[in-house]
Protein backbone atom coordinates (compact mmCIF):
# COMPACT_ATOMS: atom_id res chain seq x y z
CA UNK A 1 0.00 0.00 0.00
CA UNK A 2 1.17 3.18 -0.72
CA UNK A 3 0.39 6.52 1.42
CA UNK A 4 1.10 10.00 1.29
CA UNK A 5 2.31 11.57 3.93
CA UNK A 6 -0.28 13.48 5.28
CA UNK A 7 -2.79 10.52 5.44
CA UNK A 8 0.43 8.60 7.35
CA UNK A 9 0.26 11.48 10.08
CA UNK A 10 -3.20 10.35 10.69
CA UNK A 11 -3.10 6.40 10.10
CA UNK A 12 0.13 5.64 11.58
CA UNK A 13 -1.17 2.83 14.48
CA UNK A 14 -3.15 1.47 10.99
CA UNK A 15 -0.31 1.56 9.08
CA UNK A 16 2.27 -0.01 11.42
CA UNK A 17 -0.13 -2.39 12.68
CA UNK A 18 -0.28 -3.36 8.38
CA UNK A 19 3.55 -3.59 8.22
CA UNK A 20 3.29 -6.13 11.37
CA UNK A 21 1.34 -8.10 9.59
CA UNK A 22 3.53 -7.91 6.77
CA UNK A 23 1.85 -5.74 4.31
CA UNK A 24 4.44 -3.56 2.65
CA UNK A 25 3.73 0.56 3.06
CA UNK A 26 5.31 3.08 1.61
CA UNK A 27 5.35 6.80 3.02
CA UNK A 28 5.31 8.87 -0.17
CA UNK A 29 5.85 12.58 -1.42
CA UNK A 30 3.84 14.00 -4.16
CA UNK A 31 3.39 10.75 -5.60
CA UNK A 32 6.59 10.01 -5.03
CA UNK A 33 7.42 7.24 -3.03
CA UNK A 34 9.95 8.29 -0.13
CA UNK A 35 10.23 5.32 2.63
CA UNK A 36 9.21 2.14 3.01
CA UNK A 37 7.73 1.27 6.78
CA UNK A 38 8.64 -2.08 8.28
CA UNK A 39 9.30 -4.08 11.24
CA UNK A 40 12.48 -4.66 13.30
CA UNK A 41 14.11 -7.70 12.55
CA UNK A 42 14.14 -8.05 16.17
CA UNK A 43 10.55 -7.45 16.54
CA UNK A 44 10.94 -6.50 20.55
CA UNK A 45 10.26 -3.66 22.31
CA UNK A 46 12.80 -1.14 23.39
CA UNK A 47 14.29 -2.99 26.61
CA UNK A 48 15.44 0.30 28.42
CA UNK A 49 14.93 3.82 28.39
CA UNK A 50 17.00 5.33 25.84
CA UNK A 51 17.71 2.40 23.97
CA UNK A 52 17.48 4.41 20.74
CA UNK A 53 20.65 6.88 21.71
CA UNK A 54 23.39 6.87 19.73
CA UNK A 55 26.58 5.38 20.69
Same mark, same amino acid.
Given at each position: ?5 ? /? ?7 ? *?KAAL?? /? /? *??? =?? #????QVKL ?9 ? #? =? ?6
Amino acid at each position: MQVNIM /EAKSQLSQL *VKAALTG /E /E *VII =AS #HGQPQVKLIPCASGGRLK #H =AGGLAAA
